[in-house]
């Protein structure tokens, strides 16, 4: 998750240099007042030298896994196989998002819903039934290609996302 400004939100790091600190805030009032990011248990994607994963983010300050490259976002949309316990089932908030999933060390699904998909249990069930994702996070509601442009100035490309399974 980035600001407006394009910097991150929470944590980053790039080429094994942590460039941004990851963020631990609290809030507090109802559901529908705290942004996405804050809603707790929020995680962390990482890619090491031969592995990718997904963490919360107090389980990986606590063992800090060798990563080349991470972002923290939230809320995590799968804890250990459990869809977060916060999500509503058959809700009405039918935003198109997007997320990552981490089904071995060795494959990760980055998804966008289009169309009916959109909230976040049947997005979180998506990602643990439909990918075998024991760990997933939610990354933004996403935005037609297009709406938000970015001159990259690192020696790394963005990454691409493409529709449906990975």
């Known amino acids: 998750m980035y600001r407006s400004d394009f910097?991150?939100?929470g944590l980053y790091i790039e080429n094994s240099r942590e460039?941004?600190?990851?963020?631990t805030i609290t809030l507090t009032g109802t559901p529908s007042q705290i942004p996405n990011f804050y809603k707790k248990p929020n995680g962390v994607f990482f890619v090491g030298n031969d592995e990718a994963g997904i963490l919360e983010t107090g389980r990986f300050l606590a063992n800090r896994p060798s990563a080349k490259y991470a972002t923290q976002s939230g809320p995590m949309l799968v804890i250990d196989g459990a869809i977060h316990p916060a999500f509503i089932v058959g809700s009405t908030d039918r935003k198109p998002r997007n997320g990552v999933g981490v089904s071995s060390p060795t494959e990760v699904h980055f998804v966008i819903t289009q169309g009916g998909m959109?909230?976040?249990?049947e997005f979180a069930r998506f990602f643990r039934d439909g990918l075998g994702c024991n760990n997933a996070l939610f990354s933004m509601e996403a935005k037609?290609?297009?709406?938000?442009?970015r001159n990259w100035p690192a020696t790394t490309p963005p990454a691409t996302g493409a529709m449906g399974r990975s």
């Open 7 to 9: 910097r991150p939100v």
């Open 19 to 23: 460039l941004t600190q990851a963020n």
């Open 118 to 121: 959109g909230h976040f249990h």
């Open 144 to 149: 037609p290609l297009g709406s938000t442009r």
